[in-house]
């Protein structure tokens, strides 16, 4: 247990370990990162894997994750706010999943510009398929048996059952 266990912390960088809750049947690739503030938490349930130089950062926010998930290689997670990830969602390399943005209304204020956020939750339910290089931004619900097209930037809610796709997402397919 103590060889896994060094194993485990070799691969995952974790600060503020009083926030971050993980099971113990988790995957870990290379240069896995989990941050969280004293604000923020992170938890993440049974099952569920990490790929290589991932990061999830709970920067005052709350990220949950369910059971039997997968964040492959190059995956970003920023919670200012709220980011629930239900049970069995897989999710390709290079996504993105920011639940917030500057706020435009400083942008003549440089410095006032990177410190004002507009925040939102982001909700991602059940049995979901997100592929590779997809941004999925604040505000957003997606709902359960959900397949989300490489590429694509999900800007509003999905509903149950369907395939969305590209620039900014729409739907693409019912799924029966």
């Given at each position: 247990?103590?060889?896994?266990l060094?194993?485990?912390l070799?691969?995952?960088?974790?600060w503020n370990?009083?926030?971050?809750?993980?099971?113990?049947?988790?995957?870990?690739g290379?240069?896995?990162?989990?941050f969280s503030?004293?604000?923020?938490?992170?938890?993440?349930?049974?099952?569920?894997?990490?790929?290589?130089?991932?990061?999830i950062n709970?920067?005052?926010?709350?990220?949950?994750?369910?059971?039997?998930?997968?964040?492959?290689?190059?995956?970003?997670?920023?919670?200012?706010?709220?980011?629930?990830?239900?049970?069995?969602?897989?999710?390709?390399?290079?996504?993105?999943?920011?639940?917030?943005?500057?706020d435009?209304?400083?942008?003549?204020?440089?410095?006032?510009?990177?410190k004002n956020?507009?925040?939102?939750?982001?909700?991602?339910?059940?049995?979901?398929?997100i592929?590779?290089?997809?941004?999925?931004?604040?505000?957003?619900?997606?709902?359960?048996?959900?397949?989300?097209?490489?590429?694509?930037?999900?800007?509003?809610?999905?509903?149950?059952?369907?395939?969305?796709?590209?620039?900014?997402s729409k739907l693409?397919?019912k799924?029966?």
């Amino acid at each position: 247990m103590r060889k896994i266990l060094r194993k485990l912390l070799f691969l995952l960088k974790v600060w503020n370990k009083q926030n971050v809750r993980i099971h113990k049947s988790i995957r870990v690739g290379k240069n896995v990162e989990l941050f969280s503030t004293k604000e923020g938490s992170i938890n993440i349930s049974e099952n569920f894997g990490f790929g290589s130089y991932s990061i999830i950062n709970a920067v005052g926010g709350n990220i949950e994750i369910g059971k039997a998930c997968y964040i492959n290689t190059f995956c970003k997670i920023i919670s200012m706010k709220r980011i629930k990830i239900g049970n069995n969602v897989s999710i390709g390399s290079y996504v993105s999943i920011i639940d917030h943005d500057h706020d435009i209304k400083y942008l003549k204020y440089s410095t006032e510009f990177c410190k004002n956020y507009v925040k939102n939750s982001i909700a991602i339910g059940d049995n979901v398929w997100i592929a590779d290089k997809v941004s999925i931004l604040k505000n957003v619900k997606i709902g359960n048996n959900v397949v989300i097209a490489a590429n694509s930037v999900v800007l509003k809610d999905i509903p149950d059952n369907c395939i969305y796709g590209g620039i900014p997402s729409k739907l693409l397919k019912k799924i029966d």
